[in-house]
Nanobody
Framework: QVQLVESGGGLVQAGGSLTLSCGAS????????MGWYRQAPGQQRQLVAL???????DYADSVKGRVTISRDDAKKSVSLQMNSLKPEDTAVYYC?????????????WGQGTQVTVSS
């Protein structure tokens, strides 16, 4: 099992910046993919960004150029630096990690952290 704890959400004005952090504990040695998703009211949870163990990244088109995902494998953590925030970025942001053991994949979610961008 992997436990995830997120921090860094809050209220920010449009154009501002926030950094979200997520720390993993428990059975972390087999984590290969770490990422962030978000869910706005009435919408489905969507990928924001992910980073693989080799360092390759993937970003949603809506955040490309404004968001940077990074990971610290020594600290078992993943961060999301968000710049030039827009009101449409308002959502609950969830940390997600994938664990791969003997070709089986397990996914874990954090509890979510609210990001609110005021216009």
């Amino acid at each position: 099992q992997v436990q995830l704890v997120e921090s860094g959400g809050g209220l920010v004005q449009a154009g501002g910046s926030l950094t979200l952090s997520c720390g993993a504990s428990g059975r972390t040695s087999s984590i290969d993919v770490m990422g962030w998703y978000r869910q706005a009211p009435g919408q489905q949870r969507q990928l924001v960004a992910l980073i693989k163990s080799g360092g390759s990244t993937d970003y949603a088109d809506s955040v490309k150029g404004r968001v940077t995902i990074s990971r610290d494998d020594a600290k078992k953590s993943v961060s999301l630096q968000m710049n030039s925030l827009k009101p449409e970025d308002t959502a609950v942001y969830y940390c997600n990690v994938r664990e791969t053991i003997l070709n089986r994949r397990y996914y874990y979610w954090g509890q979510g952290t609210q990001v609110t961008v005021s216009s």
